[in-house]
């Protein structure tokens, strides 16, 4: 059972550079989210999906763009990575509202 | 505002004590509240979830929870730690029904357990 899997795991990026991080869930799940961890912070919502074709904006969303590419995969880019930017990024699914969110096991993002 | 509030930022305990990792939650609808345990390095793994009904839940590895509406808690616990019980734990709402219910969670700051042998 693979779940959510995000890729890359590691990144390492100069300032200016823009990359994808990739997400896709095998759940058949109808609502897919992007979280950022900094210590101290717990989890801040991105970007959100509630279903396909639909995608809004979150907790902090300066700086990231999301594109919902189908049920299943859900990707987010940074057009322009800043050091502010360093972060552990999770994406998460779920099928219906009120039932748990399953995660990924994070991309380690670090940005010179 | 919607918030969660995790009081401890650390929290350590010897093998076998009780432990007990609080919760609090300021949100205008009707919550359903989650724990999620972290380990290092990997992503987040649910222990338990409150809907409705019961208010104390049983979670996965022996941890339990207690819904206080009154309190606006929703505080951890377990009986016994064991030395894998050493992560990160955290508390999340989310609005239970209605328009309100996108599916979205506020994650409080995470509380860090660590276990003294």
């Known amino acids: 059972n693979a779940g959510v899997t995000q890729t890359p795991k590691f990144q390492v990026l100069k300032t200016g550079q823009s990359m994808t991080l990739q997400c896709a869930q095998d759940?058949?799940?109808?609502?897919m989210y992007w979280y950022r961890q900094d210590p101290g912070m717990g989890l801040r919502l991105i970007y959100y999906?509630?279903?396909?074709?639909?995608?809004d904006k979150g907790e902090v969303p300066n700086g990231y763009n999301v594109s919902r590419l189908n049920k299943r995969e859900f990707s987010l880019r940074l057009e322009s990575a800043a050091p502010s930017q360093t972060s552990v990024y999770f994406c998460?699914?779920?099928?219906?509202?009120?039932?748990?969110?399953?995660f990924g096991d994070g991309t380690r993002l670090s940005i010179l | 505002a919607q918030s969660v509030t995790q009081p401890d930022i650390h929290i350590t305990v010897s093998e076998g004590a009780s432990l007990e990792l609080r919760c609090n939650y300021s949100?205008?609808?009707?919550?359903?509240l989650f724990w999620y345990v972290q380990s290092p390095g990997q992503g987040l793994q649910l222990l338990l979830k409150?809907?409705?009904?019961?208010?104390l839940v049983q979670g996965i590895k022996g941890f339990e929870a207690e819904f206080k509406r009154s309190q606006s808690s929703f505080n951890l616990r377990k009986p016994s730690v064991h030395w894998s019980d050493a992560a990160e734990y955290f508390c999340?709402?989310?609005?239970?029904?209605?328009?309100?219910?996108?599916?979205?969670?506020?994650f409080g700051q995470g509380t860090t357990l660590q276990v003294k042998p």
């Open positions: 998460a699914s779920t099928g219906k509202r009120n039932q748990p969110q399953h």
């Open positions: 949100y205008g609808a009707t919550p359903y």
């Open positions: 999906s509630a279903s396909e074709g639909t995608t």
């Open positions: 409150y809907f409705s009904g019961d208010t």
């Open positions: 999340a709402v989310g609005a239970a029904y209605g328009s309100s219910n996108t599916g979205k969670l506020i």
């Open positions: 759940m058949n799940h109808n609502s």
